[in-house]
């Protein structure tokens, strides 16, 4: 009965030891490692190489059907020219279509009279050679477009140029984490994290008067386009020896 009562304090004892053991791990994590976190920024200038419009046709008549036809007529001889400038089906999305009656206000102590009726159909087209931007915008005015806007200029296959931005981002960091380490009297370890901090492709916009180009060639001037990428890193530092 004796040997008995002995081992089972001991095992007691054992189970509190463990648990006080563990509850200092848990208790009391590894203090973290000494580090320093920069910010890189890498920049690729470049042309646009591609350019996307909305064009579209406005009409108005007395009556929603005359309207609507007239519109449908117009519409019609916009989408020949653009098929005719070889824009790919894929490049011409609706945008916008709408049917709006028109009213008079201007009647006083009269309730608003009902004069029209007014269809809009707008579609959203990709130009995939900006040097056939402008003679794409004389045909489609000439066709009977009456609205050009929101036209904008991007760089279709961009993913190579980030890529690039984003190399000269981590050099930018390396280069600043080696100037901090020295001055700080310490050295550079090891990466211990890489974060994307943030990302910038840009679309530059251009205006178009739809009307002026009844008159003249579009001069187009793209100009140029900057992709910009950030990126957070962190390094261990170390005392020098």
Do not use: C
Not at 3 to 20: E, H, M, P, W, Y
Not at 103 to 115: A, C, E, F, K, Q
Not at 186 to 213: C, K, M, N, W, Y
């Amino acid at each position: 009965m004796k040997q008995t009562t002995t081992l089972l304090i001991l095992f007691v004892f054992s189970i509190a030891f463990s648990t006080t053991s563990l509850a200092d791990t848990v208790n009391h994590p590894p203090a973290a490692l000494p580090s320093i976190t920069v910010t890189g920024t890498g920049e690729v200038h470049n042309q646009p190489d591609m350019a996307r419009v909305n064009i579209g046709v406005v009409t108005q008549e007395s009556t929603a059907a005359e309207a609507l036809n007239k519109n449908t007529e117009s519409v019609e001889k916009l989408m020949a020219a653009l098929k005719a400038h070889k824009i790919a089906d894929r490049d011409i999305q609706t945008s916008n279509f709408s049917i709006y009656p028109q009213y008079d206000y201007d009647r006083s102590n009269h309730p608003p009279r009902l004069t029209g009726y007014q269809v809009m159909n707008q579609v959203r087209i990709a130009v995939r050679k900006i040097a056939d931007l402008g003679a794409v915008l004389d045909k489609v005015v000439t066709a009977g477009a009456n609205q050009i806007n929101q036209v904008t200029f991007e760089i279709d296959e961009a993913e190579s140029l980030r890529d690039t931005a984003r190399q000269m981002a981590v050099r930018d960091a390396q280069r600043k984490a080696a100037l901090y380490a020295k001055e700080a009297q310490v050295r550079l370890g090891p990466v211990l994290e890489v974060v994307e901090a943030g990302s910038t492709v840009p679309i530059q916009p251009f205006e178009v008067d739809a009307f002026a180009q009844q008159a003249r060639a579009v001069p187009i001037a793209p100009g140029e386009l900057t992709i910009r990428e950030e990126v957070r890193v962190t390094f261990a530092i170390e005392p020098h020896h």
